[in-house]
C-alpha cells in the first residue's frame, strides 16, 4: 500500500512539474500576443465559424459587422444597431457583456482571474499554431477557453464552451493592420441612420 502511495505520490509531483512548465510556456504566447495586439494601431479583422462577420479594433474600442447587427464601442458607450427593425440601443456594457459581444476583449483577460496551460500545436482549419487552454477561476457562464496563436502571435481560432452546454467556435478569416482610426469609427452616426429608432438604456 505505501508503495502504491509513494507512487502516486511521485506521479503527482512530475505532473505538478510538467503542468508548471506548460503555464510558463502559455503564459509567454499570451505575453507575446498580447504585446502585439497593443503594439497595433488598429486590426481588421473578418471572421467566420458560430458567427461571421468582420470586426475592426483599436485599444478597448471596435466596430463589429455581424449577422445583421452592427456594434459601434468607444471604450465608454455601445451602440447596437438592428438593420431588421432600425433600431438602435444605447447602454454602457460591462466588462464581461463586452467579452461576449467581442471575443478579442478576451486576449487580455488571462492576467486576472483565468488559469492557462499550453496544449501543444494544433491545426484548425488548415492552420496550425500554440493551443492554449483558459480556465475562468471564477465564472457563473464560461467553462473554458481555447485559443490556437500563429508563429506571428495572433489568435487564428477562439473557442467559448459554456457551463449550459453551449460552444462557440470563431476561425480568423483574415488578420490586417491598419492606420489608427478616429474616435468617431467607433461611435454610432446619426445621421447615417435617419430612420433608426433610438432606445438609450444607459
Not at 485599444?59 to 458607450?77: A, H, Q, R, V
Request: with cysteine; proline share 4%; glycine share 6%.
Amino acid at each position: 500500500m505505501k508503495k502504491f502511495l509513494l507512487f502516486f505520490f511521485l506521479l503527482a509531483i512530475s505532473l505538478s512539474s510538467a503542468m508548471g512548465q506548460q503555464n510558463t510556456k502559455a503564459r509567454e504566447i499570451l505575453d507575446k500576443t498580447y504585446q502585439t495586439y497593443q503594439e497595433s494601431a488598429c486590426l481588421a479583422i473578418v471572421f467566420s465559424g458560430s458567427q461571421s462577420g468582420e470586426i475592426l479594433l483599436q485599444n478597448e474600442c471596435f466596430y463589429l459587422n455581424c449577422n445583421g447587427i452592427k456594434s459601434w464601442f468607444d471604450g465608454t458607450t455601445q451602440w447596437s444597431y438592428v438593420e431588421q427593425n432600425e433600431e438602435v440601443t444605447i447602454s454602457l456594457p460591462t466588462p464581461e457583456e463586452i467579452q461576449t459581444i467581442n471575443p478579442y476583449a478576451l486576449i487580455g483577460m488571462y492576467k486576472k482571474g483565468f488559469g492557462y496551460t499550453y496544449e501543444g500545436l494544433k491545426s484548425r482549419n488548415g492552420k496550425e499554431g500554440h493551443e492554449i487552454k483558459l480556465t475562468p477561476i471564477n465564472s457563473e457562464e464560461i467553462t473554458s477557453i481555447f485559443l490556437i496563436i500563429s508563429p506571428s502571435f495572433y489568435p487564428t481560432y477562439i473557442e467559448i464552451n459554456q457551463k449550459n452546454g453551449e460552444k462557440q467556435k470563431f476561425f480568423v478569416e483574415s488578420y490586417k493592420k491598419e492606420d489608427k482610426k478616429p474616435l468617431e469609427t467607433f461611435r454610432f452616426q446619426t445621421a447615417d441612420y435617419p430612420n433608426a429608432e433610438i432606445i438609450d438604456m444607459r
